[in-house]
C-alpha cells in the first residue's frame, strides 16, 4: 500500500504552502495531507490593523490566538493527523524549517506512527536546543537582523512573536529576499510573502525536546539538503546530520540534496515531488 505524506510547516507559514507540492505529488500518484499547526491556517489572527491602512499602535497591541501555543501542542496536532493517515498504510512524515523542531518531538513520542521522517532543511536538534543553535558558527553568515527588521510588536508584552510581511521597507523586503528565496523572481517572492501570517509561537522547545535514541532514533530518517539555503545554511543543515547519525550510528539519515533556496523548493516543487515520491518508492538513492 502506498504511503501518505504528513506534511509540516514552519515559521509563520501554513498548509497553503504546500499546494503547489501537494499537487505535484498527487500527479505522481501520492497521497498527502498538510498540517496547520495550532494558530496557524484559519486559526490564524489577522489583525485589522495589518490591513492597509496599516495601524502600527493598533498592529503592536491587538491579542494573537497563537499566545500560549507551546511544542507540545503542535506535536499533539500532528499525533492526531498520523493517527487518522496510519489507518489507510504507512506514513512519511516531512517537515521544514521550523517544523523540524515539532517532527522531532512526534518522533520522541510516537516513533509507532511514523514510517519514514524527512527534513527538509529543518531544524533536527539533538545537542543543542534550536534557538542555541543560531549563536553557532555555522549560523554566522545568517542576517540576524532580516526578521527583526519587520517586528511589529514586543515579543513579550505581546506573548508571541508578530512580524508586519506586509512591509514596504525596501531594505526589510530584501533582507527578507535574501534570506528566504534570493533564487526568486520578485513575483514568486511577493507572492510567497503574502501566504505568511503575522503570528508565530515563542516556544522553540526544550533539552527534553531533543532527538532522542530510543524512539525518535528507531525511524528511518532522510535529510534533504538545501543547497542554496542561506536560512538554515547547509553548514549547519549538514551539522544537524552528523549529530543525528552520532547519535544512532546504526539507523544514519538517508541524505539528499536539492539546488533551492530555503523556499524555492516549494515554488517550483517538481523536483521535490519527485525525491520524495522516490523515497516511498525505495528509488531514490542516497548520497555517497
Known amino acids: 500500500m502506498p504511503p501518505t505524506f504528513v506534511l509540516v510547516h514552519g515559521a509563520f507559514a501554513n498548509s497553503f504552502s504546500f499546494a503547489p507540492l501537494q499537487a505535484e505529488l498527487a500527479l505522481l500518484g501520492h497521497r498527502s495531507a498538510a498540517v496547520d499547526l495550532p494558530g496557524h491556517g484559519f486559526e490564524a489572527t489577522y489583525p485589522a490593523a495589518y490591513q492597509a491602512p496599516q ?30 493517515a496510519k489507518e489507510h498504510g504507512p506514513v512519511i512524515l516531512v517537515g521544514h524549517s521550523r517544523g523540524g523542531a515539532t517532527l522531532t518531538a512526534v518522533g520522541n513520542a510516537r516513533p509507532d506512527l511514523i514510517d519514514r521522517i524527512v ?8 545537542d543543542l536546543d534550536v534557538g542555541d543553535y543560531y549563536a553557532e558558527p555555522e549560523m554566522a553568515s545568517v542576517d540576524a537582523g532580516a526578521l527583526a527588521g519587520a517586528l ?17 521597507d525596501p531594505g526589510v523586503l530584501a533582507s527578507f529576499k535574501e534570506a528566504f528565496l ?31 535514541a530510543e524512539t525518535w532514533g528507531t525511524i528511518p530518517k532522510t535529510y534533504v539538503r538545501l543547497t542554496e539555503d542561506t536560512s538554515i545554511p547547509p553548514a549547519m543543515q549538514d551539522r544537524m546530520i552528523r549529530e543525528g547519525d552520532a547519535l544512532t550510528p546504526d539507523n544514519p539519515y538517508d541524505v539528499h540534496s536539492l539546488a533551492s533556496s530555503h523556499l524555492m523548493w516549494l515554488v517550483r516543487p517538481r523536483p521535490a515531488a519527485e525525491l520524495l515520491a522516490g523515497l516511498a518508492s525505495g528509488e531514490a538513492p542516497a548520497e555517497a
Do not use: H, M
Not at 491579542?63 to 492526531?80: C, F, Q, S, W, Y
Not at 527534513?119 to 539533538?126: Q, R
Not at 508584552?157 to 508586519?164: E, I, T, V
Open 152 to 168: 511589529a510588536a514586543d515579543p513579550a508584552a505581546l506573548g508571541l512573536l508578530r512580524c508586519n510581511f506586509r512591509t514596504a
Open 182 to 212: 534570493a533564487d526568486g523572481t520578485d513575483d514568486e517572492f511577493f507572492t510567497f510573502l503574502n501566504t505568511f501570517q503575522p503570528d508565530e509561537n515563542l516556544d522553540v522547545g526544550t533539552p527534553a525536546d531533543r532527538a532522542r
Open 119 to 126: 527534513y527538509v532543511s529543518a531544524w533536527a536538534p539533538v
Open 55 to 84: 495601524d502600527p499602535a493598533g498592529l503592536a497591541t491587538t491579542p494573537g490566538r497563537i499566545k500560549g501555543v507551546t511544542l507540545v501542542d503542535n506535536a499533539a496536532r500532528v499525533i492526531e493527523v498520523l493517527e487518522r
